[in-house]
């Protein structure tokens, strides 16, 4: 009897020990669900979508990272919007909305949309930190384009990409941001699902949006999806509460994770918000 419970004892050690250990060791892969670039679905988007320039970027640290510029035409100083995708996304998800500056969604205004690093043609590999330094490297060439109003530089960040979205309006002077189906941490999150695992000791990648909120004074457009299975509402609701500027929000009815797009405020919403004058 002795003998069974010193090996029991043994096995819940190792799996106390263990499982830990192989959740740290994943959670890379956990996080971020890297999405490639066909070449099929690079030839389609110059073929279907002529005003979507290729573009390629150097992050801070050398790091190549690969998009496409939407411009407006006959627009002398554009809006322009900086697209931080979910993460499992590969961004050119996004030009089937606003790949067309006319009969897009948002005629009339421009689009700078980057593969996270690892993702689509974009060198690297993901992180927190390597995220957050592409988001401002994009921001800062985004800022010297000719056509382009520097003073309406909006941020959109769609879950993952709500965090460098955030860490981004923390660091430089966005118009405003745009947050669809975000949250207020990451191990806000992660405690959620991984509730018996020391998430606060082990998590790599914190994305703490809800620490930098009140501080920021951009204003905010938050859309949740009232049906969201994979980000509880309560995390969004969250870190809107704790914006520190002016707000709004919109509540998708029957809307999920990944179904937020074909809602009818979902487009309308932004179109509206991208249009408000600069004061």
């Known amino acids: ?3 069974l419970f010193v090996s029991l004892l043994k096995i819940a050690g190792a799996v106390a020990i263990g499982l830990p250990l192989v959740v740290y060791l994943a959670q890379d892969s956990l996080i971020f669900y890297r999405q490639p670039l066909p070449d099929a679905r690079r030839a389609e988007i110059a073929q279907r979508f002529p005003a979507a320039t290729e573009v390629v970027l150097a992050s801070a640290d050398g790091t190549k990272l690969h998009g496409w510029l939407v411009r407006p035409q006959g627009t002398e100083r554009a809006p322009l919007v900086l697209y931080f995708g979910g993460n499992a996304e590969e961004a050119s998800y996004m030009l089937e909305a606003v790949g067309d500056p006319v009969r897009g969604d948002t005629p009339g205004v421009a689009w700078l949309i980057f593969n996270y690093r690892g993702y689509g043609a974009s ?15 994009q921001y800062d060439h985004a800022s010297q384009l000719p056509g382009i109003d520097a003073q ?16 981004l309006a923390a660091q430089r002077p966005l118009r405003a941001v ?8 990451l191990a806000a999150v992660a405690k959620r699902y991984y509730w018996y695992l020391p998430v606060d000791w082990m998590l790599k990648h914190r994305f703490d949006s809800i620490a930098l909120a009140p ?6 457009l938050c859309l949740i999806a009232e049906r969201d299975e994979v980000i509880p509402t309560v995390h969004a609701e969250r870190l809107f509460e704790a ?36 004061h």
């Open 1 to 3: 009897m002795e003998s």
């Open 123 to 137: 060198e690297g590999s993901p992180s927190e930190r390597g995220l957050i330094a592409d988001a401002l490297a």
């Open 152 to 167: 309406r530089i909006f941020a959109f960040g769609r879950s993952l990409g709500s965090g460098p979205a955030v860490a």
């Open 178 to 185: 745009i947050l669809v189906s975000p949250f207020d941490s």
């Open 215 to 220: 501080a920021l004074k951009q204003p905010l």
């Open 243 to 278: 914006w520190g500027g002016p707000k709004r929000k919109a509540v998708l009815a029957a809307a999920g994770h990944n179904t937020t797009d074909a809602h009818p405020l979902f487009w309308s919403s932004i179109r509206e918000f991208l249009a408000q004058p600069v």
